[in-house]
């Protein structure tokens, strides 16, 4: 898979993108992550990305011409699957749409900032429209981050047990039953016996239970689709 990262600050992605499992799925070459600095593609001379609204107001717009030129130059290269703008006003990501995306073959995604970017972008370029949450950042890179993080560990060959990913939460729309590990006694607080006993069944069983028993507890909303 290819993911091309449109961004005014590429240094922002250093840290999520070196280290662990997404470090190690680039390594792998399962993913190519290319991250796109847009002021390369600024028409001026002061390498301007962003100018007043129309209509006045406060806050800076992301301007079409750079963003244009570097998208239609992404796509004279390359099919993409979706060209998806990180907005507090798209789709609510989800493991549904992680699981989507993770099947695709090239994507791009642009990271706003300011007050966003020029709307002639939005309907003419974007594909998709994503966000991570009901609240305001101040700009798209954190959210790239967690939209690519959510991808790229569902593809397969990138996490070691590949069933791994199918028992987290959200995958059947339960959320994940509570893990233990060594030691067995831990200041007289104890991990179930069930776990100890090699009853794969019987184990089964009681991770289904409770996990069941926390949905219905925690997130009652998925329970009823
Ligand atoms: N004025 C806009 C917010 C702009 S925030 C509004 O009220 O809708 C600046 C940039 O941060 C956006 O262009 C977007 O790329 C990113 N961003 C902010 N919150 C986000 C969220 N919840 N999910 C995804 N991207 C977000």
Redesign the pocket.
């Known amino acids: 898979m290819r993911i091309d990262i449109i961004t005014i600050f590429p240094e922002m992605f250093e840290g999520p993108f070196k280290h662990s499992i997404i470090k190690r799925a680039q390594q792998k070459g399962v993913v190519k992550i290319n991250l796109i600095n847009l002021r390369e593609y600024a028409t001026d001379k002061h390498k301007r990305v962003d100018d007043y609204q129309y209509g006045g107001g406060s806050g800076m717009v992301m301007m079409v011409e750079p963003i244009a030129n570097c998208i239609d130059e992404l796509k004279s290269k390359n099919d993409y699957d979706e060209i998806i703008y990180?907005?507090?006003?798209?789709e609510l990501l989800t493991q549904k749409i992680a699981n989507r995306f993770s099947t695709f073959e090239n994507i791009i995604i642009l990271?706003?900032?300011?007050?966003?970017?020029d709307e002639r972008i939005r309907e003419h370029y974007i594909t998709k429209e994503?966000?991570?949450?009901d609240?305001?950042?101040?700009?798209?890179e954190l959210?790239a981050a967690v939209l690519t993080d959510s991808v790229v560990r569902l593809i397969p060959g990138v996490l070691n047990d590949e069933t791994s990913a199918l028992s987290d939460s959200f995958q059947d729309d339960l959320l994940s039953p509570p893990v233990y590990t060594r030691p067995y006694d831990f200041k007289g607080m104890k991990v179930p016996d069930i776990l100890l006993s090699g009853n794969d069944k019987k184990i089964n069983e009681w991770r289904l239970e409770k996990a069941v028993k926390r949905t219905k507890e925690r997130r009652p909303d998925l329970m009823d689709k």
């Open positions: 990180m907005s507090p006003d798209g990271c706003g900032h300011y007050k966003g970017i994503i966000s991570i949450g609240y305001v950042l101040s700009g798209g959210a």
